[in-house]
C-alpha cells in the first residue's frame, strides 16, 4: 500500500489533485490486472467436460476475490489519499 502513494508522488511531481488520482487509477489497474490473471488462469485450467458446479465454486472464488481486492483497494486509497499537502 505504501508503494502506491511512491509511485503516485512520483507520477504527480507535486500537484495534489493528480497524486490523488494516480493512486486511485493504480489502485483500479490493480485490481484489473488480477481478474485478468484469474480469468486466464481459470480458462487455461477448465476442464473439457465443465460442470454446473464447478461454476459455482469459481462464482463464489470470483466474488471473495472482489471483496478482498475491493477492500484492500479502499484501505489503499484511504492510507494514500492526501487532502492537505504535506511539509517534508
Wanted: charged share 10%; hydrophobic share 60%.
Amino acid at each position: 500500500m505504501l508503494r502506491i502513494g511512491i509511485a503516485a508522488s512520483k507520477m504527480s511531481k507535486g500537484s495534489l489533485s493528480s497524486y490523488n488520482l494516480y493512486v486511485i487509477l493504480i489502485a483500479c489497474l490493480f485490481s484489473l490486472f488480477i481478474f485478468f490473471l484469474v480469468s486466464v488462469v481459470l480458462h487455461a485450467l477448465k476442464p473439457a467436460d465443465f460442470h454446473t458446479g464447478w461454476v459455482h465454486m469459481f462464482k463464489i472464488c470470483l466474488v471473495v476475490l472482489a471483496f478482498v481486492v475491493g477492500i484492500l483497494n479502499i484501505v489503499a486509497i484511504l492510507k494514500n489519499i492526501q487532502f492537505t499537502k504535506n511539509k517534508i
